[in-house]
């Protein structure tokens, strides 16, 4: 059974700095791509990031483009966010999502996601 778990949330304060992670089990998702999606209180779900299966190609959201990068570690089967600058608007709760197609930015584009990290950034 494939497992997503994402790990590293918490609360920060305003222009502080966050890692996140996203380890898979009963999988290897070497060969997948990888997408971070976010959701906020009363909000939609949004696409924040995803990465290619070999990491050469990424894609970010524009209100995060410049903050956050997303990196992964095939060896550890883990998929890392790492978030800058942190605004307050960047609380949510945070996704991690895998797909052996090519990454999109739309949560059906992925066939397995985690049960999301919270992310709370303070002013």
């Known amino acids: 059974q494939v497992q997503l778990v994402e790990s590293g949330g918490g609360l920060v304060q305003a222009g502080g700095s966050l890692r996140l992670s996203c380890a898979a089990s009963?999988?290897?998702?070497?060969?997948?791509?990888v997408g971070w999606f976010r959701q906020a209180p009363g909000k939609e779900r949004e696409f924040v990031a995803a990465i290619s299966w070999g990491g050469a190609t990424s894609a970010y959201a524009e209100s995060v483009k410049g903050r956050f990068t997303i990196s992964r570690d095939n060896a550890k089967n883990t998929v890392y966010l790492q978030m800058s600058s942190l605004k307050p608007e960047d609380t949510a709760v945070y996704f991690c999502?895998?797909?052996?197609?090519?990454?999109?930015?739309?949560?059906?584009?992925?066939?397995?996601w985690g049960q999301g990290t919270q992310v709370t950034v303070s002013s």
């Open positions: 009963g999988h290897t998702f070497s060969r997948d791509a």
């Open positions: 999502a895998a797909t052996s197609n090519r990454y999109g930015r739309t949560w059906d584009d992925y066939d397995y």
